[in-house]
Structures are given as structure tokens and as C-alpha cells.
Antibody
């Protein structure tokens, strides 16, 4: 059974760096094809993909936020960490981590298992 | 890069059929996935790869693509189907792209 859970602060100040941890079980980030992504959702707004890290340490980022985002993994702890620098009130959102779902013979992928989300408010 | 266009909202009567669209240039050349999100909950997949139902999803949910539009169809709509529905694709340039996620209201 695959599970994921986000942890981190609920409140950060403007200009601070946000660090969120995704702790997962039921799969290994050492396995070929596996990936963990981060998606956020401002209150009342749509889902927005942020980043994804693959089993081979390849990391992909939302182009408009690439300069502010870093995603890393610790396979020994079954964790993925997202850092986002220079936080602003517009970054207030629920941040989700999710398992990359894919079929080997099809292009593209989805997110088939999600964490419960971590609401982060950016305010002084 | 791909941009997915969804209507802001849809409404349907119980027992009727709801059709939620997702427009995008050459969307037929992409794999389209659909998520259902209820208030306060994480999204769940209801359709993967255009028309495949994941395990546990009722047969009332189906997906199709025609021209530049993907459609999620929900037959015999129930009150519990009231939610936001997001389409999603993977694009080589933008990576993951979500639609706006219109709210389906069951009236």
C-alpha cells in the first residue's frame, strides 16, 4: 500500500525559505521509473505542478519557478524534500506530494497516490 | 507548451449525464488524465490515459478524446459526484500541466 505524507511549517514569513518533507511508504525511490512530485493549490484555486524527482536523481521544475525550487531525495529515509526560496504571500497554498504513476508503454504520467497536503500560509 | 482550457463550472441534475471538457491544441497526441477533488481532500484519479478507469472507479466514469477536446463523462450522476474535476497532461516542454478544474454541481 502506497502512502505519502507532507510535513513542514504552516506559517512562513515573506522572503523566508520554505522546506517541506514528503515521507512515503509502499515503494522505493531506488526503483527504475519511480518519481515523486510536488503540486500546490492556492485556496480556492487550481492545482499547480511544481517539481518532480526521479529515481535517478533527475529533477524537473515548473519553468516559471525553477530559480526558486529545489527537490532532493533521501532513499534511506524514504523522503523527498522540497525547498522554495523567497516566499511571498502569493505562495500561500496547500502543498501536496504525490507518487508518479505511469505505464511503461505509454508516454506521459499522472499522480496516482497523493498525500493529505500541508497548508502553508505566507504572512508577516 | 500545452495549455488546457476547461469551463469554469458545470451543473447537472441527479441521474443525468455530465460532460466536462478539456481543450488543448493537438490534445489527441497527449495522454490525458482526470482527477476528482472534493472540498478539503486530495485529488484522486478517475481516468488515466484518456479512457482507462483505475481500479475502484465506477463504470459511470468514462473518458474520450475528439479533435482538440478531451471529455470526462459521468453517467447517472449522483450527489456524491459533486466535486472539482481537473484534466492533466504531460508536455515535453512544460512537464505537467493541469486544467482549471471546473466545479461540477449536482442540482
Amino acid at each position: 500500500q502506497i502512502t505519502l505524507k507532507e510535513s513542514g511549517p504552516s506559517l512562513v514569513k515573506p522572503t523566508q525559505t520554505l522546506t517541506l518533507t514528503c515521507t512515503f511508504s509502499g515503494f522505493s525511490l531506488n526503483t527504475s521509473g519511480v518519481g515523486v512530485g510536488w503540486i500546490r493549490q492556492p485556496p480556492g484555486k487550481a492545482l499547480e505542478w511544481l517539481a518532480l524527482i526521479y529515481w535517478d536523481d533527475d529533477a524537473r521544475y515548473r519553468p516559471s519557478l525553477k530559480s526558486r525550487l529545489t527537490v532532493t531525495k533521501d532513499t534511506s529515509k524514504n523522503q523527498v524534500v522540497l525547498t522554495m526560496t523567497n516566499m511571498d504571500p502569493v505562495d500561500t497554498a496547500t502543498y501536496y506530494c504525490a507518487h508518479r504513476g505511469h505505464l511503461a508503454d505509454r508516454s506521459g504520467y499522472n499522480f496516482d497516490y497523493w498525500g493529505q497536503g500541508n497548508l502553508v500560509t505566507v504572512s508577516s | 507548451s500545452q495549455v488546457l482550457t476547461q469551463p469554469p463550472s458545470e451543473s447537472v441534475a441527479p441521474g443525468k449525464t455530465a460532460r466536462i471538457t478539456c481543450g488543448g491544441k493537438n490534445i489527441g497526441s497527449y495522454s490525458v488524465h482526470w482527477y476528482q477533488q472534493k472540498p478539503g481532500q486530495a485529488p484522486i484519479l478517475v481516468i488515466i490515459y484518456d479512457s482507462v478507469r483505475p481500479s475502484g472507479i465506477p463504470e459511470r466514469f468514462s473518458g474520450s478524446i475528439s479533435g482538440n477536446t478531451a471529455t470526462l463523462t459521468i453517467s447517472r450522476v449522483e450527489a456524491g459526484d459533486e466535486a472539482d474535476y481537473y484534466c492533466q497532461v504531460w508536455d515535453f516542454i512544460s512537464d505537467v500541466v493541469f486544467g482549471a478544474g471546473p466545479k461540477l454541481t449536482v442540482v
